[in-house]
Nanobody, 120 residues
Framework: QVQLVESGGGLVQAGGSLRLSCAASGRTFSTYTMGWFRQVPGKEREFVAHIRWSDGSTNYADSVKGRSTISRDNAKTTVYLQMNSLKPEDTAVYYC?????????????WGQGTQVTVSS
């Protein structure tokens, strides 16, 4: 089992910044990806960013590209999402995601979510 502990959410004014953190603990997998999704009421959960642990390669949603940076700490199995120039539309519950592949199948683990609210 993998447990994910998120932190860093809060209320920030438009144009401000937040740094989200997610620490994974429990079972260690040799190959995995960690990242972030977000969800607002009435809408589906959407991808924000992820980072591949093996080589640090990253992907970003178009909505946050250029404003956000995802990074990792190998020793702590922790992923960070630095969000700058925040917009009201960034308001959502942000969920940490940990994905590993077992026998060719993707397995997702999720954090409880952390609220990000951007005031206009």
């Amino acid at each position: 089992q993998v447990q994910l502990v998120e932190s860093g959410g809060g209320l920030v004014q438009a144009g401000g910044s937040l740094r989200l953190s997610c620490a994974a603990s429990g079972r260690t997998f040799s190959t995995y990806t960690m990242g972030w999704f977000r969800q607002v009421p009435g809408k589906e959960r959407e991808f924000v960013a992820h980072i591949r642990w093996s080589d640090g390669s990253t992907n970003y949603a178009d909505s946050v590209k250029g404003r956000s940076t995802i990074s990792r700490d190998n020793a702590k199995t922790t992923v960070y999402l630095q969000m700058n120039s925040l917009k009201p539309e960034d308001t959502a519950v942000y969920y940490c995601n940990y994905r590993t592949t077992v026998w060719g199948l993707n397995n997702d683990y999720w954090g409880q979510g952390t609220q990000v609210t951007v005031s206009s």
